[in-house]
């Protein structure tokens, strides 16, 4: 019951943030902003960042129509859901997971990592 009372507040909205798409890492180097197309992003639209519980979402949103296109569960900051970028700090790498479990890393360019670590995850 305590589930069914818990609502969810939204932290932080970005209206104007850019995905790409990106390789899996070929090393256990870090994730490099300069290895991507950052003149062709793959999607554009919104973030949002709520909070339910002790978990943070990260939700990517088209901005006309609010449908979802992504999003990330955050249980703890800094973990795997959300990486920097060894050579930027407007460049993090979210990681999404699908319905069936397949997890992708995407990029946002956004400072994302100040406000999800604002939530107290």
Do not use: H
């Not at 978990?55 to 129509?65: G, H, P, R, T, W």
């Not at 955050?74 to 990681?95: K, L, M, N």
């Amino acid at each position: 019951m305590a589930a069914e009372l818990e609502y969810e507040s939204v932290l932080c909205v970005k209206p104007d943030v850019s995905v790409y798409r990106i390789p899996p890492r070929a090393s256990n180097r870090g994730y490099r902003a300069s290895d991507w197309k950052l003149d062709q992003p793959d999607w554009t639209g919104r973030l949002r960042i709520t909070s339910k519980g002790k978990i943070a979402y990260i939700k990517l949103e088209d901005k006309v129509s609010g449908e979802l296109f992504a999003q990330a569960p955050v249980e703890q900051y800094p973990g795997i859901a959300v990486e920097t970028v060894t050579d930027s700090s407007r460049y993090f790498v979210i990681r999404i997971q699908d319905g069936t479990g397949k997890r992708t890393g995407i990029v946002n360019g956004t400072k994302l990592g100040k406000q999800v670590g604002k939530a107290g995850i």
